[in-house]
């Protein structure tokens, strides 16, 4: 019989070390949400479509390189963009970096995700709130104590904030965890009814409340509508997390009034999201973190950097140890 292990959460660390452990596992992935690719997603409203979160990605390693050059193949991942420019008060100031391929999820930013967790068995809208041993291994309850199963192995690749609470006092790498870091971000929906041409399809801002600002519709496979999404900066965000929604909404559409010289604030369509735990401010610096002895282990971006590609790194290194593991090496 298999090694039964559950992986919680459907991020690209999640699918990533799915994938690698398939051959090798019984593996079921748990899901609190209704989609995958955690920061990588997407919102859909009257027509319009936004990626909220992650914006794009890079592939330097040769491993996460060839599985973004395999999504390209597949249909599950274009180029975008050419440029990243920087939007100051003063102006527009253009990209002069020699170009390097970024990558986005089709038809969505999840496109990605949803390409790599093919053949995967998923179960979405599932939180795992509490584990217990089980003789050898851990009995999964959610957070109405509806059983979710036992398995042999559990691994989070949930934030580290999350893994913490989730993970038993004896897990060994519970003060690794606890060195982590991470930040908020603050996501505006802007969709409008008419054309607008701001001069450039992405662009980095230098601002004390934003940082980013994409054209959607300048994204390969995307809707034609018009439609912005604008990220806070993180410090900005962090100190503002628990905010009126109105308020933090209303701060962002001043900033940005003040960068375009446009009010939007009467757009067709406006909408704001909250993301806790956005960005890694410090990382564990391991590529994963696992306990052998208990059977327990967490991987994700926040061990190693801030980037997609560091999720993917992170469960490309615990899926090679834990298949050496099941093949008694």
């Known amino acids: 019989m298999k090694t039964s292990i559950a992986i919680i959460g459907a991020g690209i660390a999640g699918i990533t070390l799915g994938r690698n452990?398939?051959?090798?596992?019984?593996?079921?992935?748990?899901?609190?949400?209704?989609?995958?690719?955690?920061?990588?997603?997407?919102?859909?409203r009257e027509g319009f479509s936004f990626d909220h979160g992650a914006q794009y990605f890079t592939a330097r390693s040769p491993s996460f390189k060839t599985a973004a050059e395999q999504a390209v193949e597949a249909g599950h991942a274009g180029i975008w963009p050419q440029a990243v420019h920087t939007l100051k008060a003063e102006g527009l100031v253009t990209d002069t970096r020699p170009p390097e391929p970024r990558y986005i999820g089709l038809p969505?930013?999840?496109?990605?995700?949803?390409?790599?967790?093919?053949?995967?068995?998923?179960?979405?809208?599932?939180?795992?709130?509490?584990?217990?041993?089980?003789?050898?291994?851990?009995?999964?309850?959610?957070?109405?104590?509806?059983?979710?199963?036992?398995?042999?192995?559990?691994?989070?690749?949930?934030?580290?904030?999350?893994?913490?609470?989730?993970?038993?006092?004896?897990?060994?790498?519970?003060?690794?965890?606890k060195t982590v870091e991470m930040s908020g971000c603050f996501t505006l929906m802007i969709g409008l009814d008419v054309p607008l041409d701001l001069g450039f399809d992405a662009a980095r801002i230098e601002d004390s409340v934003l940082s980013w600002i994409a054209v959607e519709a300048s994204k390969p496979g995307r809707s034609e509508k018009t439609a912005l999404t604008i990220h806070s900066r993180n410090d900005w965000a962090?100190?503002?997390?628990?905010?009126?929604?109105?308020?933090?909404?209303?701060?962002?559409?001043?900033?940005?009034?003040?960068?375009?010289?446009?009010?939007?604030?009467?757009?067709?369509?406006?909408?704001?999201?909250?993301?806790?735990?956005?960005?890694?401010?410090?990382?564990?610096?391991?590529?994963?973190?696992?306990?052998?002895?208990?059977?327990?282990?967490?991987?994700?971006?926040?061990?190693?950097?801030?980037?997609?590609?560091?999720?993917?790194?992170?469960?490309?290194?615990?899926?090679?140890?834990?298949?050496?593991?099941?093949?008694?090496?």
């Open 21 to 44: 452990l398939s051959a090798h596992a019984d593996i079921t992935v748990f899901e609190k949400s209704r989609g995958l690719g955690g920061r990588m997603a997407n919102r859909r």
């Open 108 to 177: 969505a930013m999840s496109g990605f995700a949803n390409g790599l967790a093919a053949e995967l068995e998923i179960r979405k809208e599932a939180t795992v709130a509490r584990l217990a041993a089980s003789g050898d291994g851990w009995v999964l309850t959610d957070n109405e104590d509806k059983d979710l199963g036992r398995f042999d192995l559990v691994i989070s690749t949930a934030p580290a904030p999350q893994t913490i609470r989730l993970m038993p006092e004896a897990f060994s790498a519970h003060a690794a965890l």
């Open 238 to 329: 962090e100190a503002n997390l628990e905010r009126d929604r109105g308020e933090i909404q209303a701060e962002m559409l001043q900033s940005l009034k003040r960068l375009l010289g446009r009010d939007l604030s009467t757009a067709a369509w406006i909408d704001l999201h909250r993301w806790r735990y956005a960005n890694v401010e410090q990382a564990v610096g391991e590529p994963f973190l696992f306990d052998d002895d208990l059977g327990l282990g967490a991987c994700g971006d926040w061990c190693l950097g801030n980037r997609v590609e560091a999720a993917a790194e992170s469960a490309r290194a615990l899926s090679e140890m834990l298949i050496a593991r099941l093949q008694g090496a």
